[in-house]
């Protein structure tokens, strides 16, 4: 069974930085593509950084020049590195395995203006 234990959220201003990580076990976790999803306030979750195996990466045009998705194959750990953080980026933040189902609790960023 997969465990996602998403971290390091918190309350940053506008225009700051934060690294969010997400350890993961029972996966395997370097054959596997991971992603980083947010749901804001009263919106849907949504898709917004993916790294696979090969560190390939993929952006939603939303965090695109801002966002860096990154992996530590030998501790099982996805990041996600945000800089010029903005009021908008306000939500809660899960890591996922691509083909897997299940979330974990997430971590709750809150960018103040």
């Known amino acids: 069974q997969v465990r996602l234990m998403e971290s390091g959220g918190g309350l940053v201003q506008a225009g700051g930085s934060l690294r969010i990580s997400c350890v993961v076990s029972g996966f395997i976790f370097r054959l596997g593509t991971m992603t980083w999803h947010r749901q804001a306030p009263g919106k849907q979750r949504e898709l917004i950084a993916s790294i696979g195996p090969s560190h390939n990466t993929t952006y939603a045009d939303s965090v695109k020049g801002r966002f860096t998705i990154s992996r530590d194959n030998v501790r099982t750990t996805v990041y996600l590195q945000m800089n010029d953080l903005k009021p908008e980026d306000t939500a809660v933040y899960y890591c996922?395995?691509?083909?897997?189902?299940?979330w974990g609790r997430g971590t709750q960023v809150t960018v103040s203006s």
């Open positions: 996922k395995p691509l083909t897997l189902s299940g």
